[in-house]
């Protein structure tokens, strides 16, 4: 039964033979060739490759894991807001290596670059598969399949805290081969924390019928006593008449810190919050657009941290604070962009009794950073089995033969030779474990071994922004031990793997262009990274990238399709355990908090609205996000076996819905009150992007109220978008697009106004991937989005951003050279926000978010991509999404990680999406697909699903081609 819920998901993922005919435009590359990367593109290949909500792990282009943030530890770069590539250091020992025998002599293989020079990495999602060759004179075909746990509506099996390792051996020659393939992996546990003398690494070798095992775990000396914390060296709280020994340079930090109090009164300022003390270092001291470096004195490094408070900044190449060891740049950061003070803490003890300082750099003639309580401190890192990183690790070999063998700690090369050692080592020592299988290969024969991976480290607890998330791990409450995640692998790890194979092989069966495929499926991949997390309660919570700003924001994850529709349970805990639980989500006016944290206490009823990023921030509710929770919740409802969880949830969703009603202040239908969106800005008057997804959420309150059995309700939410869809188009159509109608006195806000905005009809998209039908008429549409295809999709974004300053962008996503549709472009004649205009001027903060429009954010396009091959644009659709795939590359003109799409934060999660009504992700394809699948079950029975625009005619676009034809 699983095995046919599964090919019946996968097919749902496919387009239509009719679809498929209109791709041989030169956009697509042979559906039978996959991409292989070689050479140097091989340093970018990072694949997340463990089971999803379970930490983050890479698979790299030659093979090796890497990044091994799995410990609660995070591992993933500095920056809080766009962070660079990681580190490409492995941290931890691992590999696998051929020994080859030939007589006495023994050819020691390791599968690596070295070896086999002519490496190259296929992605498949959730496998890669790494070819190994160049070594000429070794007569055998070598292949190592990285593979993620990834059952599509099976949770538990696809969260298992583990990663496959499929070593595929065959003898190409005319003689038999014999020899032995090893496998080994160094004991990370407590590798974050562990300090010499407070323990030892411990290994051991268990064996059942079904698998063998190495087990590393950690324990503490027997009778040792907690370490004693020294109090904490101030370095310097700036609560003085001058730097006291600290040296500015430049303009901006003037000659003396800075009172809060006359910060507070500078205009382009906000006040300031969570400050400690009346004064910090500020580069704002001599304006906004001044630069300038504060450089303290030399200090010896004689603490576990080094721990500091910034405000404002987020830009960690013009606004940073640097730890300067050596002459070299050890530690870096930004601030978190806002008036809100929040604590950075680096773990210096590597530098323990060298010299440092502290540089603070302020290069941004935009913006500005403070800087205050600057410090060392012990770390008080309490009892070993508390700590973060403490837990267990394995490497376990699945149904080994009997004369497979493992040594729990070896000395010597692992990959080369190695004698066995002491199965309990001291911190501060590397202890590695090691599984050899021997194998015999007469000429023609192959054999396959699998690895796997796994840990289990259960102490999570995830403290951003100052809010406590939620702690402990959803897999620990499944698997109490260690030995209990290895006897799951050993019981059901070969069917999970059996399962996962025909997921990928039903999806790479299809005839759609391979790049569509390796795109769609990509994005999944963010499902295992660390923006994804399932506490031990059992409820999803997601960032917005990889640590990158708190509380599943809802403005930013109604995008997504993924979790919704391939991993239904888990987003059914957003609206069960979050959205509609009073005192943690929705509150009294029927409001729900763009950011949930993971603890009741909300503010209910709110205060005032706070400013951008303030105090409260994180509890004010967004429209589009709000919008987005009634959508994803109709979207639940559809994946939910029977009516009782509208039924159960109803008071709540209508509550919600009624909140959306309150924000039309003169009963046209259209909201229009001023309101926050994911472009972390408000907005005022009637807008397209807005309005058209509030008539899609309320279409969906209406579908639910009818289920519900409130059809007074219901027949009001149907007045309601009666009368909106009559004034959307009235009201905001220009004849060529839907525009913003904002108040003249509201147009100091950045936004795109009557220019071209791609999310200008998200609403229609949404109505189309619910099955909620056609929600703005059919002509209006279709030219609106042929507009934003002919004023925002570049062929090169580099002639446009060169043109003007104006087309500056916040954060450059694409490049010159690169290909990609922009948020918002302002044809001649249209209102461009400019900062400059008598009323209308802005402050820095905004300059930055104008600069939003001017990006290509991938989320967005996938969805704009979806909605033109919705409405029958197919061939613009795919130009729009093979863009976005071609810039992701590690030869694009801004070498990229395939496997990673970044807005605020890496593994961004407005872009995680592949399923049958997929938005961003799997809709570019999943759309198209379900449009035409629709149509074609309609021809056999009644469906609620929107024909396929080619069969009825198609929109301008798909005309032009039946004409060509």
């Not at 993971?598 to 609205?609: A, K, M, N």
């Not at 087309?807 to 004649?829: Q, S």
């Not at 130009?879 to 810039?887: C, G, I, N, S, T």
Request: hydrophobic content about 35%; overall charge negative; proline content about 6%.
């Amino acid at each position: 039964m699983k095995t046919q819920i599964l090919r019946t998901v996968a097919t749902r993922l496919m387009m239509s033979t009719s679809f498929l005919s209109l791709t041989a435009s030169g956009l697509s590359e042979p559906a039978d060739e996959p991409r292989q990367y070689s050479g140097d593109a091989l340093s970018r290949i990072a694949m997340p490759v463990g089971g999803i909500t379970a930490g983050q792990l890479y698979f790299h282009g030659d093979g090796g894991l890497g990044l091994w943030d799995i410990m609660n530890v995070r591992s993933f770069g500095n920056s809080p807001v766009l962070r660079q590539f990681p580190d490409r250091q492995r941290m931890l020992q691992q590999g696998v290596a051929l020994r080859v025998r030939d007589g006495d002599n023994i050819r020691n293989l390791p599968l690596d670059l070295k070896t086999f020079p002519a490496t190259t990495f296929t992605p498949e999602f959730p496998a890669g598969i790494v070819r190994y060759a160049g070594a000429n004179d070794l007569p055998m075909d070598v292949t190592l399949e990285g593979i993620a746990p990834f059952v599509p509506l099976d949770a538990k099996a696809s969260s298992i805290p583990a990663a496959f390792l499929r070593v595929t051996i065959k003898n190409t020659g005319t003689a038999e081969l014999n020899g032995d393939l090893l496998g080994w992996l160094e004991n990370g546990v407590v590798a974050h924390s562990g300090n010499p003398g407070e323990g030892f690494r411990t290994a051991s070798v268990r064996t059942q019928p079904s698998a063998l095992a190495v087990e590393f775990t950690a324990k503490a000396p027997e009778g040792l006593k907690a370490k004693e914390s020294r109090p904490s060296l101030l370095l310097a709280d700036f609560e003085t008449t001058d730097y006291m020994g600290w040296k500015a340079s430049g303009e901006g930090f003037g000659i003396r810190p800075t009172l809060h109090s006359e910060f507070a009164r500078d205009e382009a300022s906000e006040a300031l919050h969570n400050a400690s003390g009346t004064a910090s270092a500020c580069s704002a001291t001599g304006g906004p657009t001044a630069v300038g470096v504060l450089e303290s004195p030399e200090f010896t490094i004689d603490r576990d941290m080094l721990r500091f408070n910034t405000a404002w900044g987020r830009d960690e190449k013009k606004l940073r604070v640097e730890l300067v060891v050596d002459g070299k740049v050890v530690r870096s950061a930004t601030g978190r962009g806002g008036p809100h003070f929040s604590a950075t803490q680096w773990d210096v003890r590597e530098f323990m009794g060298q010299t440092g300082r502290l540089v603070i750099t302020d290069e941004s003639e935009t913006s500005y950073i403070l800087v205050d309580m600057v410090e060392m401190a012990d770390a008080d890192l309490g009892p070993l089995e508390k700590r973060a990183d403490f837990g267990g690790m394995a490497l376990v070999l699945l149904n080994p033969a009997a004369d497979a063998t493992a040594t729990p700690s070896v000395t010597g090369n692992a990959s080369a030779g190695f004698a066995a050692g002491a199965a309990e080592v001291p911190f501060g020592e590397s202890q590695i474990g090691a599984i050899t299988a021997p194998w015999s290969l007469k000429p023609g024969e192959s054999r396959t071994l699998t690895f796997a991976v796994a840990w289990h480290f259960p102490n999570l607890e995830l403290i951003d922004w100052g809010k406590l998330q939620g702690s402990g791990r959803w897999y620990a409450s499944r698997f109490p031990t260690l030995p209990a995640v290895v006897d799951e692998l050993a019981a059901k790890g070969p069917d999970i793997l059996r399962l996962t194979d025909l997921w990928r092989s039903t999806w790479y069966a299809s005839t759609l262009p391979r790049w569509v495929l390796d795109r769609v499926m990509a994005n999944a991949s963010t499902l295992a990274t660390n923006t994804c997390y399932r506490f031990k309660d059992g409820r999803f919570y997601g960032f917005e990238g990889v640590h990158s700003f708190i509380g599943t924001c809802n403005h930013v994850w109604h995008y997504e399709e993924t979790v919704g529709r391939l991993f239904p349970e888990l987003e059914m805990s957003l609206r069960t355990q979050a959205d509609f639980v009073p005192g943690v989500g929705i509150k009294s006016d029927g409001s729900i908090p763009m950011r949930i944290d993971g603890q009741p206490g909300s503010l209910d009823p709110l205060p005032e609205q706070p400013i951008l990023f303030g105090s409260g921030y994180q509890h004010w509710a967004s429209i589009d996000g709000q919008c987005g929770i009634l959508l994803r919740t109709y979207r639940n409802h559809l994946t939910s076996s029977d009516d009782s969880f509208v039924k159960q949830y109803w008071p709540q969703i209508k509550l919600a819905t009624q909140w959306l009603f309150a924000q039309d202040s003169d009963g046209d239908n259209l909201p229009d009150r001023v309101t926050h969106h994911t472009l972390d800005e408000d907005i005022a008057g009637p807008s397209p992007w807005i309005s058209s997804l509030w008539l899609a959420a309320v279409s969906a309150a209406e579908r639910m109220a009818t289920i519900a059995g409130d059809e007074d309700f219901a027949q009001e939410c149907r007045q309601r978008v009666a009368e909106g869809q009559k004034n959307f188009v009235a009201k905001l159509w220009n004849g060529d697009r839907f525009v913003h109608l904002s108040p003249d006195s509201e147009k100091w806000r950045p936004g795109s106004y009557d220019g071209s905005h791609i999310d200008q009809l998200l609403g229609q998209q949404w109505a189309w991937r619910t099955g909620l039908n056609r929600i703005v008429p059919e002509k209006e549409t279709r030219t609106a989005l042929d507009n934003v295809f002919r004023h925002n999709f570049k062929e090169d974004v580099g002639p446009y951003y060169a043109a003007d300053p104006a087309n500056k962008p916040a954060r450059p996503f694409a490049v010159a050279g690169e290909a990609g549709t922009l948020v918002a472009t302002f044809p001649e004649g249209s209102y461009r926000p400019d900062g400059k205009t008598p009323g209308h001027e802005w402050n820095s903060g905004n300059t930055f978010h104008q600069g939003f429009y001017n990006e290509t954010m991938t989320g967005f396009e996938h969805a704009f991509a979806s909605h033109l091959i919705y409405e029958g644009m197919v061939e613009e659709g795919l130009r729009v999404f093979r863009a976005v795939h071609d810039r992701h590359q590690p030869s694009s003109a801004k070498p990229r990680n395939p496997f990673n799409e970044p807005e605020a934060g890496e593994h961004y999660s407005r872009r995680c999406r592949p399923t049958p009504s997929s938005s961003r992700f799997a809709d570019s394809i999943t759309t198209g697909l379900r449009v035409t699948s629709a149509s074609r079950r309609s021809s056999r029975r009644k469906t609620s699903r929107p024909p396929s625009p080619r069969q009825r005619g198609g929109g301008a676009s798909a005309r032009r081609r039946k004409a060509k034809t």
